[in-house]
C-alpha cells in the first residue's frame, strides 16, 4: 500500500504478487483473494489488461466460492 501511495504502481504491484504468494503459503486464501483485487487494480493502472482481467476473474471465482461478498463486490 506504501508503493501505491507513492504513486509507484510498478512496485504496488509486485508487492502485491508477492502478498498473495505469502498469504497463500500461510493458508489465507480470503486475504489472497482480497490481494489479487488490488493486484488486478494495479495491473489496469499499467495498462496490462490481459493481466488485470485474469487477476480479477480469479479474485471474483474465489471469493464466489468462499461466500466472500466484500471481496467479491470490489472484484465486480
Not at 502485491?16 to 498469504?23: C, L, V
Request: charged share 25%.
Amino acid at each position: 500500500m506504501v508503493a501505491l501511495y507513492e504513486g509507484d504502481v510498478a512496485a504496488s504491484a509486485r508487492e502485491s504478487e508477492r502478498a498473495i504468494a505469502r498469504y497463500l503459503l500461510a493458508g489465507d486464501v480470503p486475504s489472497a483473494c482480497m490481494e489479487r483485487v488490488n493486484l488486478g487494480n494495479a495491473w489496469t493502472e499499467l495498462g496490462a489488461y490481459v493481466e488485470a482481467e485474469d487477476e480479477t476473474r480469479e479474485a471474483l471465482a474465489t471469493a464466489e466460492r468462499l461466500g466472500l461478498r466484500t471481496v467479491g463486490l470490489a472484484a465486480a
